[in-house]
């Protein structure tokens, strides 16, 4: 081999010798970059799984004032039905003293004033009955209402649960990808 021969041979070695280490220095930029990268994503998907964590326990104390909430609905919704039960037996009662007081007026002319004054009587109480069966009506609606709302909050208390649960589960599998992902990262750096 010519002297000009082995110094063109040295010039090439040399050459690609350089490209090797330019070439490894970028690999080695690139994996820290990824390393850099996957460090922020590790941080990003546990901050997400603490956020996640905190919805979830909202979404259950939510849950749990709702089925509070329906749970006196509920109860307001039996006392109500139990008065409105009541004032229908109070209702038949004096429709019974109403219909007694008639008979009493046909029976003695003599005691018509008397019956009339207490069938007159008899009609106002029963129109105090009237209006307590009304009012019973209308809190056993509005305990029905007060329930459906409680129902429909809490539906809403168990999706936001389930979702938080599911935000949880979508950190958590982040998190295990970045360190796979990084593990991978150092094994190749390492070959």
């Known amino acids: 081999m010519t002297s000009s021969s082995s110094r063109q041979q040295s010039a090439t070695d040399q050459d690609g010798g350089q490209r090797y280490q330019d070439q490894r220095a970028l690999v080695d930029l690139t994996i820290s970059e990824l390393q850099r990268d996957l460090q922020r994503v590790e941080d990003q998907a546990r901050l997400a799984q603490h956020d996640a964590h905190n919805a979830r326990q909202g979404a259950q104390q939510a849950r749990t004032a709702a089925q509070h909430s329906q749970n006196q609905a509920r109860q307001a919704q039996n006392q109500a039905q139990q008065a409105q039960g009541q004032a229908q037996q109070a209702q038949a009662q004096l429709q019974q003293a109403q219909a007694q007081a008639q008979q009493a007026q046909n029976e003695a002319q003599q005691a018509n004033q008397r019956a009339q004054q207490a069938q007159g009587q008899a009609q106002q109480a029963q129109s105090l009955v009237q209006q307590a069966h009304n009012d019973a ?33 979508y950190a958590v599998q982040a998190q295990t990808d970045a360190g796979q992902i990084r593990s991978n990262a150092r094994q190749f750096q390492r070959a």
């Open 137 to 169: 009506q209308q809190a056993n609606q509005r305990a029905q209402q007060a329930q459906e709302r409680a129902d429909q909050a809490n539906q809403q208390a168990q999706q936001a649960e389930d979702q938080a649960q599911q935000a949880h589960n």
